[in-house]
């Protein structure tokens, strides 16, 4: 997509402001007079750099979704104060009700969504503190997880915490991304309103991913 490398232009910047990469992204005809050795596909009519999509699920649900929705499951059961609730069992379960709630509300079906929620799902309770937390779960139920944990978390998060705040800012990013692509199951490509929709959230959650705040 871009000439970029580490030093001067990493492809590891994802500031639209600062981000050198962003402004040197290959035009499809750059591409091919730049690259001579490539793959045979590209010969093909139409087929260029810019008709190459990632792969969503695994680059999403099964890779950043994974370790974030995890992380904000150890907030929700470790760390948050929840009224009539003492452990992390109870917290959980306080979430889970809510999350359930939300499922039938919004009519999201049994195939598609988590049944049920345990700790050692993302952790282990006993030494949460040391691991590394990651969801358990198929990729269509960890989407159909993203608006009712984001509901949940709003629910429940610290009134006044800066760190809150943009856990909840990365939920409802990372939920517009998905519905920028769900409110067009036709399009090959998206209008351009919610291209750029789906553009802007998708850099504002690598930015609260990598935010310093985050981590405090």
Partial sequence: FVHAYRGMMPWTGVNPATALWMRHVYTAAEFTANLAERNNIFDLPGVTILAVWPDYMHCKYMGTDQYFLASVLVVLAFLVDIVGCTT????????WGHCLAYYKAHRIDA???????????????????????????????????????T???????????????????ALKSSLAMDRAIDDHPGNFVLPAHAARSFTAHGFHCCLLYTSDAADD
Avoid at 88 to 95: D, M, S, T, Y
Avoid at 127 to 143: E, H, S, T, V, Y
Avoid at 156 to 168: A, D, E, K, N, R
């Fill in 88 to 95: 992390p069992e109870q917290r959980l379960n306080k979430v």
């Fill in 151 to 169: 509901d949940a978390f709003a629910r429940f998060m610290t009134v006044g915490s800066p760190q809150h705040v943009l856990i909840l800012e």
């Fill in 111 to 149: 195939p598609s969504r988590f049944t049920r929620l345990t700790c050692n799902m993302f952790t282990q309770a006993r030494n949460w503190r040391n691991m590394f937390p990651k969801l358990k779960g198929k990729a269509g139920c960890i989407k159909h997880f993203i608006p009712a944990i």
